[in-house]
């Protein structure tokens, strides 16, 4: 029997909705909602992350994405199949995919379970190209999250953590330390993109750019 959690996390005085799941129906209206088009009809910028099941980390315990105020983690058992609304949404080209170790995430999921991204992009790399600073492309999301957006957000982070992402439910505060990171993602990212691409040029294709 399949279990589906929302809860809302306060991040710098903003309300994050996070939907933790089992179920692929919920996946799927998920996916719906971030296919829906933005503001500007511009690339849509997707916070990503993975976490594999101990103990022997072969295959993949959580997908957490976050598109902003909103974030999906899709807890997968031992032997489930990945929903194909969100193997299909990894894949689409309009979409940018970002994360701190995110080009190591997507050669796993190709190389385990076939799961391809057309767009997928290291933040320390981006953060390091478009502000002339090298030394972003060697640090963690806390800093890259600090440099890029001014946000201190570290400080919301759970403390003592078991990381036990195969346990069920999952628990809150890995639940929220999903969310920091992913929302991280999207906040670097989204401020990244939309300061070093002028507005008058159509959205450029993206491309894994790797440490």
């Known amino acids: 029997m399949g279990y589906t959690k929302v809860m809302s996390f306060e991040l710098n005085g903003v309300q994050i909705k996070t939907t933790v799941t089992d179920e692929v129906k919920v996946v799927d209206e998920y996916i719906s909602s971030f296919l829906q088009p933005t503001d500007n009809h511009g690339t849509k910028v997707i916070g990503f992350d993975t976490e594999r099941r101990p103990p022997f980390m072969d295959e993949p315990g959580t997908f957490q994405l976050c598109d902003g105020n909103s974030c ?3 807890h997968s058992h031992s032997g489930y199949r990945i929903p194909l609304s969100l193997s299909n949404f990894l894949c689409q080209p309009n979409y940018t995919f970002v994360g701190c170790g995110i080009k190591n995430s997507f050669d796993y999921l190709e190389k385990r379970l076939g799961i391809g991204c057309k767009n997928a992009v290291e933040l ?4 390091a190209t478009l502000m002339n600073k090298p030394y972003l492309s060697f640090c963690g999301v806390d800093e890259l999250v600090f440099v890029v957006n001014k946000l201190d957000l ?15 439910p999952l628990s809150e505060e890995l639940a929220k330390l999903a969310t920091v990171n992913v929302y991280s993602y999207h ?3 989204s401020a990244l993109f939309e300061r070093y691409r002028p507005e008058s040029h159509p959205p450029a294709p993206t491309v894994y750019l790797i440490n």
């Open 154 to 168: 570290h400080k919301y982070r759970p403390l003592n953590l078991a990381f036990k992402w195969d346990d069920y």
């Open 72 to 74: 999906l983690i899709f």
């Open 187 to 189: 906040k670097i990212g």
């Open 124 to 127: 320390g790399t981006l953060a």
